[in-house]
């Protein structure tokens, strides 16, 4: 399999070249820039972080090693030591007593040979693993429910609000599938589009009655599909650029968009129209292309994440500036709320989750000092590689990432610590989501092609 990737000129900060990746090599005519991992589709990198679901420990390089692993997001060994700082320090500088994680106490669970850990502490399947943190109580049980194969990377995946359906984005279509079986309920294509070269699906959101769903695309589209007749409803316009990030609010009423032309869209579904166009503008940003955007639980705030590291919140209604937020040393890629709408989690390319305390100095809830840096309440570090989506449990007790180190990591918010880390992809974890009712249901979406649903019950009721 070879897919190869169109040349990009509109966003000068990620990506300007042809590049190819297959299944058994990858071949850059030149060296890729940090954030070619948004334009190279979602970080499609295939060596390095890889795990064996069985063997005598995993392929991750060890610090003192020489060789860097090959992939779009590296540059590789002869580059010079300008790009090799890019890379970042193989041994990670001091960080304060404030940030708990697994490192800061003698390396994470990515460290660990999984042959090394007792068999109360680790799930296996047959192409996957779960290792479990020693250092904590174990809690919950893991278990894959259902692969779902696809013939292009999937770039995102997400559940319906009542947890009964899985859609995930791909090379054109974007799929709808029965959570609980796995079985293929519809797809979704805009057969009017040309056929000629790719067209990626980065976001997709259901509505909240299910009967809806929203994809954006690399033709900078909103389509708003009725799904029962799979036919498209209604499609926004406006957006300049490649659409990474859909989110649509609980009340159904809105839907709020993020794009590399740097800028958050609020639509309104009821009037089917644009609302709100919120640039960002910061004089001392270049890089401010929007990866990542989310609605507040009660509806009232959106949350963006973009290229320059910050974290930005905005007044739903009035689009006023509420919060922003710095602390990322690279780009956010992600960001979601926890369900008391007043915390907030983003993952980064510095490896890192930050959870956010926001402000509630003022009657409507927060604080007005824009530029405050001391509202991150902790910092999850343990992850190898960049962190590339975020999700929250609907019972707020566990914080989920999925990375280009290709694992998934179930975090506890109380102490910072990891309750375990997953391998469960041949390639990176691009997308992760998490059923907001029903069964405890997680999903993940990789550049091997595959999505997955897996349980993750708490130990004693799992059947």
Not at 5 to 16: A, I, K, V, Y
Not at 155 to 167: E, I, P, Q, T, Y
Not at 434 to 454: E, K, M, Q, V, Y
């Amino acid at each position: 399999m070879v897919i190869r990737l169109r040349r990009r000129h509109h966003l000068p900060c990620l990506l300007d070249l042809h590049l190819v990746i297959s299944m058994d090599q990858v071949k850059p005519k030149s060296v890729l820039g940090k954030h070619s991992v948004l334009n190279a589709a979602f970080a499609f990198s295939l060596g390095g972080y890889g795990y064996h679901a069985r063997g005598p420990a995993p392929g991750t390089p060890k610090s003192g090693s020489t060789v860097l692993p090959p992939g779009p997001a590296l540059p590789p060994p002869s580059s010079s030591a300008a790009a090799a700082a890019s890379v970042g320090p193989m041994v990670p500088p001091p960080r304060p007593k404030s940030q708990i994680s697994m490192s800061a106490t003698g390396g994470g669970l990515a460290d660990i040979d999984p042959e090394t850990v007792p068999p109360n502490m680790k799930v296996e399947g047959r192409d996957w693993f779960a290792l479990f943190n020693p250092k904590q109580p174990r809690y919950l049980k893991v278990e894959l429910m259902q692969n779902l194969d696809h013939p292009s990377v999937v770039c995102c995946v997400k559940f319906s609000a009542d947890g009964r359906w899985l859609a995930a984005g791909c090379n054109r279509v974007t799929y709808i599938y029965d959570a609980m079986t796995g079985q293929l309920a519809t797809q979704l294509e805009d057969k009017s589009v040309q056929k000629e070269g790719d067209l990626y699906i980065r976001s997709v959101c259901f509505s909240p009655d299910g009967k809806f769903l929203a994809t954006g695309a690399e033709d900078k589209k909103i389509r708003v599909w009725d799904i029962t007749n799979t036919r498209i409803r209604n499609t926004f316009t406006g957006h300049e650029q490649d659409i990474y990030s859909l989110d649509i609010s609980r009340d159904g009423r809105v839907i709020v968009s993020g794009s590399g032309d740097r800028t958050v869209r609020i639509w309104s579904m009821i009037e089917q129209k644009l609302v709100h166009v919120i640039p960002i503008q910061d004089i001392d940003q270049k890089d401010s292309g929007v990866t990542s955007v989310a609605i507040s639980p009660d509806s009232r705030f959106v949350a963006a994440g973009s290229l320059d590291k910050m974290v930005r919140v905005w007044d739903i209604q009035t689009a006023q500036q509420l919060e922003r937020l710095e602390g990322h040393k690279d780009s956010v890629y992600s960001v979601a709320f926890m369900p008391d709408g007043r915390t907030l989690v983003s993952g980064s390319l510095d490896k890192t989750i930050k959870m956010w305390q926001l402000g509630m100095g003022d009657s409507r809830g927060y604080n007005m000092d824009r530029d405050r840096k001391g509202p991150c309440k902790m910092t999850f570090i343990g992850h190898k590689d960049f962190v590339l989506s975020v999700a929250c449990t609907p019972d707020s007790k566990w914080i989920v990432s999925g990375s280009k180190d290709r694992g998934v990591q179930f975090w506890d918010p109380r102490t910072g610590q990891t309750q375990f880390m997953l391998q469960g992809h041949k390639n990176s974890v691009i997308s992760v989501a998490i059923s907001p009712s029903g069964r405890p249901l997680f999903a993940t979406g990789s550049g091997d092609n595959r999505a997955r649903i897996w349980c993750y019950e708490p130990l004693g009721r799992f059947g």
